[in-house]
């Protein structure tokens, strides 16, 4: 069966280092694991277009590198998405949208095993994670429990829910997405609004001392400082299509004006 790079640094208790990316181009996969900082890739495929072979290879690159996956899962198509994403590899599920302890117990449920002991809905499938004579056998249903289950903090209701949600069963992560927060109090998202950044450290902290680790978002690497004296130790590192956005249009600036001149 697959190895569970995220499981196992969590289970050890390590700190991670993780890259988000949109574009669902192995190389892209690769290049991040040729830097040798990277422990885990996560693909947004909420954010962007994919099919189902993009899965697949997606986890090939990343298992070329020994990095850990995680995907990025959004609400309406969740049974699927995240089923598929478990049969294509993926070490970790990011869910979105979740506002109550039921929401996250529902897609808990759908991709734990169904089996008496654990309660789930997902079946004895062959897929890449299991090959052809290991689906529904206890290497199988292993793997499955092992995948690491993260869910956003992104929504009033869940700030407001935080602890019932912290205590659910298979909740393995959490992550704080402040701009889905602020629209759902009717606000604009404002850098250093001190009132959204004591909502951060309250989701962090809270779930800190629940003993549910929590990640940080961050751009660039003086930004971890905050984070680690609130206790955080997980962190995912930038966007692909940002970082693009971010260079060409800060040197493309610098060429045009010497151009001008």
């Known amino acids: 069966m697959l190895k569970n790079t995220i499981r196992n640094s969590l289970n050890s208790d390590k700190p991670t280092l993780s890259t988000r990316v949109m574009i669902n181009c192995p190389s892209v996969v690769e290049a991040l694991g040729h830097t040798g900082t990277t422990d885990y890739v ?5 954010y962007t277009a994919f099919n189902l072979s993009d899965l697949d290879n997606f986890c090939r690159a990343a298992e070329l590198h020994n990095m ?3 995907i990025k899962i959004e609400p309406g198509i969740v ?14 599920l990011l869910f979105c949208d979740c506002r109550t302890a039921q929401d996250v117990q529902d897609n808990i449920r759908l991709v734990k095993p169904d089996h008496p002991e654990f309660g789930g809905l997902h079946g004895a499938i062959t897929r890449r994670n299991s090959y052809m004579s290991q689906s529904g056998s206890q290497a199988y249903i ?27 069963p298979g909740v ?7 701009s889905d927060y602020c629209m759902s109090i009717g ?4 850098a250093n609004d001190p009132d959204l950044l004591a909502v951060e450290k309250k989701v962090f902290t809270t779930a800190i001392r629940n003993g ?8 660039t690497a003086d930004q971890t400082k905050k984070y680690l004296d609130m206790g955080v130790r997980h962190f995912s590192l930038g966007i692909d299509l940002r970082i693009i ?6 040197e493309g600036e610098k060429i045009r004006k010497a151009l001008e001149d």
């Open 42 to 46: 996560e693909f947004l495929a909420e």
């Open 68 to 70: 850990g996956s995680m």
């Open 79 to 92: 049974a699927t998405t995240a089923q598929r994403a478990i049969g294509a590899g993926f070490n970790g």
């Open 142 to 168: 292993n793997n499955m429990n092992a995948v690491v289950l993260a869910f956003m903090i992104e929504k009033k209701e869940a700030v407001d829910n935080l602890d019932d949600i912290l205590a659910v």
């Open 172 to 178: 393995d992560m959490i992550q704080w997405g402040p």
């Open 187 to 190: 606000r604009q998202k404002v």
């Open 212 to 219: 549910i680790p929590a990640r940080a978002e961050i751009e």
């Open 245 to 250: 956005h971010t260079f060409c249009k800060s």
